[in-house]
Every structure is written in C-alpha cells, then in structure tokens.
C-alpha cells in the first residue's frame, strides 16, 4: 500500500457522520493492541486558543529535553501534520503502516453498520504513533467539547479547558453552562483542571471538574477574585511577537508537586493579542504539571525559550509588508472579536478584507466583529463544506460595505486584494483555517527540479509522487527533458494534466482521489512546451496563476525586469570556499590545534592565501559526545580571534547557535551568522534581520550530534527541503531577505551514511528553495561508506567539494583550503570555461 491509497482511505472516512463517544476508539485500539497505553498524555480543550495552547505546550517540554508528540487538527497541506513527534509530522511509511494494520478491521465494523469516522480513526493514528515513538508526553488538542470527543480515550495526566464561547450547539448544549460541562469532563484524576474561563462558564468547569487551577488577567472586569496564575499582555513588540507575563503565588490547592510551587516568567510569544496571555498561562501550568509527571525541571528560562518557539501557523501571521499581509484562522464570532482587537494593535490607512468561511458558521456576526473594510473579496476554500462567495458577498454588502467582490479562488482573491492595496494598507485573509492553508501556499509552494536522465530515474521520481502503477507504466519513458515535482489541489492538478497533455508534454499527479491535501504532481516537457504551458495558465482561475508564477521562476523562464541585483557576496558570482577556524579542544577533526588564539590568526592568514573566500570561526564543538560550553566561554573564544582576523581580505562568519555570541562576534567584526541549529535560538533570526547579514540555516535533528539516532525519512531529500522551507519562511517573517538565508542540508546531522550521499548526489534540487546552498562534508564519517577513515579523508572531501559544486553548491565548508579551492575552480571551470581565461 503506498501513501495515496492509505490518505484515500482515511479521507473516505469522512463520508460517516460524526457520533459524539469514545467506544469506537477504545475498541480501535484494543483492538490494535492498546500501543498508547504507556503514554502521558496533555488534554487541551476550549473554544478558542486550543491549538495555540497545545503548541506552546509541546514546545515548552521540548525545551526542557523531553520527547513530545502534538496531535492538533485541521492540516494545512497534508493529514501528516496532525501527528508530529518533536516539531516532525509523521511519515508516510507510519501512516501506511497504521492504515494497513486497521483497515481490515475497520472495513468490518462499516460492514457491520458501526463505522468509525474520519476523526476517530485519525486520533487512534495519533494514539498508536505516539506509542510507537515512545513519546514522554503527547499533547493532544480535542476536537470538539470533551466529554464524546474522540481525544477522551485516554486518562490524561494534565488538562485544561480554554475558553467557552456558544460553538456546536447541535452536539454539545445550547447554553454556556451546558458546554463549559462537556467540556470540563477533560479534568484529570489527580491534579486540578487548568482553564482561563470566566464567569457562568467558570462556575460550571468548578461545578463538573472540582478542583481547578484558574488562569486570568485581574484587570478583566469577569476575572475571579484571585487566580491561581495571574497573567498580563504587554503588548507586541515587533510585526510577530508579543511579551507576557506569567505568575503563579503558592497554590495550595493543587496536588503537592512542584507544579504548585510559586513562580514568575515575563516571555516573548511568536503570537499577538492580549489573549495569548491567557493561553501561555494555561500552557505553562499544564508544562510544569506534565513536567512533574516525567521527573524533568522547568526554570523559567526554560519556559520562557519554549513560549517563544511555539510558532503556530495561520494565526494572526503577518506573511509581508508594504502592504501587511496577514493570514488568520478565526472561524467564529469569539474569535473575530479577538481578531479586531489584535488588528487594533497594528497602524494601517485602509483594511482590504478577503473571506472564506463553512456554511456552518454565523457570517454576519463575524463580519459585525470587525472594524467596516475599504474592500472586500469573498472566496470559497476548496471543500465541499465551504459557503458560496456570493452569499458571503451579500452578507458584507447588508453589513455597509461599499466595495465587495467574490472570486472563486482564495489563491486568486488574495492576488487581486493585494493588487488593490496601498503599501500602508492592511490585507487580512479570514474566516477559515482551510482559506489560510490555501492562501500560505503562495509563500511555501515549491517546485523542486528533478534530474531524470533514464526510465529508471522516471520511475523512481513519479513512484516517490505516488503516481499509479498503471501511470508510472505508461509514462517512465516520457519523463526526459526538464522534469519538475510540486504540489497543487486537485482541481489544479486536473488543469495541469488536460494542458500539459495537449502541449505534447507530460504531468503525472498522485493517486489521490480526495481534496483533503495537495497532489503531488510531476510535469515533464521541453522549454518550449513549459512556456506554452504557463501562457496558457495566466489569468486561469483555481489560483493557477500563482502556480505558473513560480514555475516561471524555478525554470528560469521569467522576463527580467532590467533591475540591478542585490547585495554581492563571495558566493555571488561563483561557488566559495568556507576555511574552519576551530578554537575549540575538542572538535573531531582539528580539535586543540588552534585553541591558542595566536595559531587560530596565524590558520586564518594561511587560509586567506590559498584561496578562502570566508572564515568560519567557531568556538563550540557539535560532534557527537562534545562537551558543552557556556556562552562565557564561547564567547572568549570566538572574539578575540574575530578582532584579530578583521582586517584580512576575507569574510567572517561565527559558527554558533546563540545569538549573544552571534552578536558579540558581530561587534567584534564578523558579517555571516552560522547557525547550525536552524534558527532554534529565536533572537537568532532578528539579530541578523537588524544587522542586514546572511545567516546560514542548517537543518539538524540535534546539535550536537546524538550518536546513533534513528530518524525515518521518506525521501531524505524532499523531507529536509520541506522543513528548511518552514525556517526559511520564519526567518523572512523576521525581516531577512530570502537571497540573505543560506541553506545547509547538514550532512551528518540525523542522517545515515546513505541519505548523507543521496543529499549530496541530488543537491540541485535544493535549488527549490530560492536560497544560496552550502554543503558542510569535510572529513566526515559518511565516507566511511567508500572505504575511507572518518576524520582523515582529504581525498574524498576533495571529490565532494568538486561534485557538490557541479551539482549547484555556492558555499564549501572545508578544513584543507589549498586542495578544495583547486576543486572549486576545476568545477567552475567545467561550467564555464572561458572566465577562467
């Protein structure tokens, strides 16, 4: 069974309607043997802020060293995302997994009249998943109410309830008191219920769940008399972070744990609006419960780093400015009311609206909720549930808007709002986490460029999109000339495959049958036959043109506009090399040799001579075993020997993942941050966007290196692009212009031999994300896989160094300058001749 066939069939599920209860689950998973049993579990229920509160969670306890699985609904582009162990969705080989091990079982209980539902299913995936991977905790965000949901299979060991607005009122009661109760049921055994609600609904979580833990800001005119945590919004402080305050006295209610004990953390969250105040309260008690559950500290440093990691897409993120861009996922009148007063922070002359919301859902209060737009431009998601852009028009025409248009796509109603906007104006996408999915995929589509030089390379290209059998049959022998693989919906992919096919060329899509998450496609044809296919697509509807836009980009075929480029940096013009200036005891290749500052200047001269182009200075070794080092010591490394190299005709770059020694090697005279954390330090990013310097991200499962550890990739080369797409993106939402982002794969890094190899051979692909490319190979243990010594290979790195340049390399990251440098330019040369002459 290959992943298609197993989405195809989860998806299927959603033909059953939902039967509130917890039977059919607890079944399902006796079924496949109770693998959750063993888990700790975090239960999140509320109206509104669930998700964010469940991502801050699993981020706090990630920081605190523990091994952690989120499982939150819905998905942006794939139903892998509701189920992620340590930030990492799960792979296609564990869904299929899952699906072959239920599907027989599921089959007969449909058989039987007693199907189980799409939701129920997905959360006994999470379920086993999590046992699988062991996880030390699993935070599960529930779907809907408490008591009936699905999520409620498991005695959680910690839990809250966010907030009550009047939301499912068919399932779960039709006043406040009677959904606060089903919700509350989340309370756990032992330890009070955590929750931030207020008044009636307050007295009904009491009334059901006992002991509480209350969370709120005293200033609320609702608040009760004295919170256990006392909390406070301080305000954003740039376009995507906020400070809050988190407080808790002694609380002798609670269970006697050192969840009790009394505390206070001010912390930046990557979310804006007063009421994220309130979920980071909730999320710490429910941190420091499940913290004492595992036998781990939480200090508020801890805390407050876990608080600023938690990014949570589609919430209130500001995507551009000039004009401000803004995707949020508010899907009901509680939520806009929380909107507007988030959007009341931000100074902009006129709002320019596009909304797209379920049929479900109250339209005019959430159109009554916010400030009256200049504009606005109703879409419809591409789902079945999704309300008619005409009605909603209507709606906002009742409501007293002047300007109001519908289109058919969001894709392409957020073009033509954009396209309307002033550079100080505001566009705000809203209405439905399903519009923000279609609307990110603008900033985080890509098209990766495939080397397919026989039916053999074909096959395995369309085979890893989950083409058919019968497809990948009739169409190996096609796929010859430029091959590129992207993902669309499924209305696009239907575009894709009648134009290409009418042009002579080739695009195969995946087995998908159902719009529940993009298609992988694989287009195939001639330059002529593209640029054939991408006239045609311009001003199609179904958002295509965007689609074209980026292929236009990524095939080289788009008209320059006669501008001058950008900034000039040594990788600019031709491939660099990177010189290593270890001032380190203990790095495994030149560990002690230039821990003296005066042999780290005296190696910095000699590098210069031969041919470097940057210096890479580092004062903390990331090899397995490594010792770690305090940002004191760090520092005292690096700086002085920064101070020292300054004035040499070369660029520096600092090896670290902190930014206070970043920024200490930046005053000393370095110009590139080199992260090999990937931007895990989060003043990281905004260092280098307030210095106007590169910054180099590296994708790595742990720096340093856990030795041995087993991570499972499906492709290792598509996987490691789509989450350096993710930093990327995080580091242009910080200011930094994406030709300023460096992209690293990091070989060695939670990789095997083999995948350290498969990145190397198909490093032209990484070419997808827009970015300068460094690869890091020097020495490396992956050439053990050729029969050479780990730590002493300089002829192996040399042949890398020349196919890594071959292959689209910028950057090289060596210790041996003269040999590398000599590499480089036999590449180069083979590429281009005659700028050698």
């Not at 109206?47 to 609904?73: H, P």
């Not at 096919?501 to 993009?518: F, H, K, Q």
């Not at 980009?553 to 480029?565: F, H, P, T, V």
Request: net charge negative.
């Amino acid at each position: 069974m290959n992943y298609s066939e197993a989405a195809d069939f989860l998806f299927d599920l959603r033909r059953f309607q939902v039967k509130p209860g917890t039977e059919s689950v607890r079944a399902l998973l006796d079924h496949l043997g109770d693998p959750h049993e063993n888990v700790r579990f975090v239960q999140v229920a509320g109206s509104n802020g669930k998700g964010s509160t469940a991502r801050m969670v699993e981020s706090t306890l990630r920081e605190a060293g523990c091994t952690v699985g989120l499982y939150t609904s819905p998905h942006f582009d794939s139903l892998r995302e509701r189920v992620r162990v340590d930030g990492r969705k799960m792979p296609e080989s564990a869904l299929c997994a899952f699906v072959e091990e239920a599907k027989p079982y599921l089959v007969d209980r449909a058989a039987a009249g007693e199907p189980l539902t799409f939701f129920e299913t997905v959360t006994a995936l999470g379920l086993w998943y999590f046992g699988r991977e062991d996880v030390d905790v699993a935070v599960l965000e529930v779907g809907m109410g408490g008591e009936l949901d699905a999520t409620s299979v498991v005695d959680p060991v910690a839990s809250a309830v966010t907030n009550v607005t009047l939301e499912h009122t068919a399932v779960l009661g039709d006043t406040i008191e009677e959904i606060a109760t089903t919700k509350a049921h989340v309370a756990p055994a032992d330890r009070p219920l955590v929750t931030a609600t207020t008044g009636a609904a307050l007295d009904a979580v009491r009334a059901q769940a006992g002991d509480v833990l209350t969370v709120s800001d005293p200033n609320d005119a609702d608040a009760p008399e004295k919170p256990d945590l006392r909390v406070s919004y301080e305000g954003r402080v740039n376009h995507t972070e906020s400070v809050v305050t988190v407080a808790q006295e002694s609380h002798s209610g609670a269970a006697s744990d050192s969840s009790s004990d009394s505390f206070e953390v001010d912390a930046r969250v990557p979310m804006l609006g007063a009421y994220q105040a309130k979920n980071a309260g909730v999320a710490v008690a429910l941190s420091r419960q499940a913290a004492d559950e595992v036998g781990v500290e939480l200090d508020t440093e801890t805390v407050a780093r876990g608080l600023r990691n938690a990014h949570w897409p589609g919430r209130f993120e500001v995507m551009s400015r000039e004009p401000m861009v803004v995707l949020d996922g508010a899907h009901n009148p509680g939520a806009f009311e929380v909107l507007a007063s988030v959007l009341s922070e931000f100074d902009y002359e006129n709002l320019h609206l596009v909304f797209g919301a379920m049929h479900d859902k109250d339209h005019r209060e959430m159109a009554a909720a916010l400030p009256t737009p200049e504009s606005v431009t109703t879409c419809r998601p591409n789902l079945s549930r999704a309300e008619d852009p005409e009605i909603l028009a209507r709606v906002f025409e009742r409501a007293g808007v002047d300007s109001v248009d519908s289109i058919a796509s969001v894709s392409d109603a957020l073009s033509a709002a954009v396209e309307r906007a002033d550079p100080d104006d505001c566009v705000l996408l809203t209405g439905s986490l399903f519009c923000v999915a279609e609307a990110r995929r603008q900033w985080t589509r890509l098209e990766i460029p495939k080397s397919v030089d026989s039916s053999t390379d074909a096959r395995e290209v369309l085979e890893r999109a989950g083409a058919t059998t019968e497809n990948v049959d009739d169409a190996q022998n096609d796929v010859v000339h430029r091959v590129v693989k992207t993902q669309v919906e499924s209305r696009q992919a239907r575009v894709l495959e009648t134009e290409m096919a009418r042009l002579g060329g080739e695009c195969v899509s995946s087995g998908l049958d159902s719009d529940g998450e993009l298609h992988d496609v694989v287009l195939s044809g001639t330059l002529a036959q593209f640029e054939r296919l991408l006239d045609s697509l311009d001003g199609h509807p179904y958002g295509l043109s965007d689609v074209a836009a980026d292929l236009r980009e990524r095939l080289e075929l788009a008209k320059s506009d006669g501008s001058e480029g950008g900034e000039e940096y040594p990788w600019t013009e031709s491939a660099s090399v990177m010189g290593i200036l270890n001032v380190t005891p203990d790095s495994f290749h030149d560990g002690g040799e230039f821990f003296d500052a005066d042999a780290a200047i005296e190696r910095a001269q000699a590098m210069v001579d031969a041919g470097a182009d940057i210096v890479d200075v580092g004062g903390e070794s990331t090899r397995p075993g490594a010792d770690p080092v305090s940002t004191e010591d760090e520092i005292n490394r690096v700086v002085p020997v920064i101070e020292a190299i300054s004035d040499l005709d070369v660029a520096i770059s600092v090896d670290t993942r902190r930014a206070e020694v970043g920024r200490a090697a930046l005053d000393a005279g370095a110009d590139i941050l080199n992260d090999v954390t990937g931007l895990e330090d989060p003043e990281m990013r905004f260092l280098a966007a307030e210095r106007e310097v590169p910054v180099i991200v590296m994708h790595s499962i742990d720096a340093p290196v856990v030795p041995d550890r087993d991570v499972e990739y499906d492709d290792v080369v598509e996987d490691v692009i789509e989450e350096l797409n993710e930093r990327v993106l995080l580091a242009e939402k910080a200011g930094i212009p994406r030709e300023r982002v460096v992209v690293d794969p990091g070989l060695g890094f939670g990789k095997s031999k083999v995948e350290n190899f498969e990145l190397l051979s198909r490093l032209s692909e990484f070419e997808a994300l827009g970015c300068p490319i460094l690869v890091g190979h020097s020495h490396k243990s992956m050439f053990e896989l050729v029969g050479q010594k780990a730590g002493d290979n300089l002829d192996a790195t040399v042949a890398a160094t020349a196919l890594a340049v071959d292959r689209g390399a910028d950057i090289v990251r060596v210790h041996d300058v003269p040999e590398n440098v000599a590499a480089v330019r036999v590449a180069e040369a083979t590429k281009n001749p005659s700028r050698f002459e």
